[in-house]
């Protein structure tokens, strides 16, 4: 399930349908906008301008949808299961936290052009945030500690732990 917004339009990703189901958001209204079939394991959905962008996570790519004709325009391949995608505050980059690959991926906007790839310690990785200026995306994920799974060691905190990765939004930081 993932929810964007764009002045009063609402996406929101159907994961065993395989669509992107779009509302008409005017509070408190919020009405049935249609749906466009989009591709295996829709995960998130952002709004680009007058297009989505919606990660696959059964196809391992990102698909570009034109919101006017309602297709898929192209398919660009990403890591393995991604999950969520943030774009950066200009809108000339797309980052994409891939579950099972470990990895984030960061495309150039408005192609999605492939420009570099961050893998991650941890795995796991959900949701992102952007830093206030624009450089970094913030991916949260669990990391494994190390120690044996026993009784102790879980209610200690030392099977796994939290953390929060930073990702730089230019390629310059890689």
């Not at 898929?72 to 299961?81: D, F, I, N």
Request: charged share 25%.
């Amino acid at each position: 399930f993932a929810v964007a917004w764009k002045g009063r339009l609402a996406a929101v990703s159907n994961l065993l349908s395989d669509e992107v189901s779009l509302y008409d958001v005017d509070p408190p209204r919020l009405a049935a906008a249609g749906v466009i079939p989009v591709g295996d394991e829709p995960r998130g959905v952002l709004i680009f301008g007058d297009q989505l962008l919606v990660m696959l996570a059964g196809e391992d790519v990102v698909a570009k949808v034109d919101l006017a004709s309602r297709k898929v325009l192209s398919k660009t391949a990403a890591g393995v299961e991604p999950w969520y995608g943030i774009l950066s505050p200009d809108a000339t980059r797309l980052a994409v936290a891939c579950a099972r690959s470990q990895e984030v991926r960061v495309f150039g906007l408005p192609d999605l052009k492939p420009l570099y790839r961050v893998a991650m310690r941890g795995h796991n990785l959900r949701g992102m945030a952007v830093s206030p200026d624009g450089l970094f995306a913030y991916v949260p994920n669990i990391a494994e500690r190390g120690l044996g799974t026993s009784k102790d060691n879980i209610d200690r905190g030392w099977v796994v732990g939290n953390r929060l990765s930073r990702v730089p939004l230019t390629e310059e930081d890689v």
